[in-house]
Nanobody
Framework: QVQLVESGGGLVQAGGSLRLSCAASGSTFSINAMGWYRQAPGKQRELVAV???????NYADSVKGRFTISRDNAKNTLYLQMNSLKPDDTAVYYCNTVPPRTSYWGQGTQVTVSS
């Protein structure tokens, strides 16, 4: 059974930074492409960053140049460094495999960016 636990969210002013973490249990972490997703109020959940097992990354246009995804396979932990935050980045952030597995969704971590 894989469990993903997100942390690191909070309230920050526009232009600020946050670093999210995702702690994963289970042995599948290192062999899967992993991603950070977010869901803003009234909107569908969207994928914002992907990192493959070999380390290559991809980003949604809306976060490119501001967010950096990374992983530590030895610690089974996924990270998202978020810089130059904007009010539009306000959302609940989740980690999951790419493509996502329904049973892996955790509680997420709330990120609120004030203007």
């Amino acid at each position: 059974q894989v469990q993903l636990v997100e942390s690191g969210g909070g309230l920050v002013q526009a232009g600020g930074s946050l670093r999210l973490s995702c702690a994963a249990s289970g042995s599948t972490f290192s062999i899967n492409a992993m991603g950070w997703y977010r869901q803003a109020p009234g909107k569908q959940r969207e994928l914002v960053a992907v990192i493959k097992s070999a380390g290559s990354t991809n980003y949604a246009d809306s976060v490119k140049g501001r967010f950096t995804i990374s992983r530590d396979n030895a610690k089974n932990t996924l990270y998202l460094q978020m810089n130059s935050l904007k009010p539009d980045d306000t959302a609940v952030y989740y980690c999951n495999t790419v493509p996502p597995r329904t049973s892996y969704w955790g509680q997420g971590t709330q990120v609120t960016v004030s203007s």
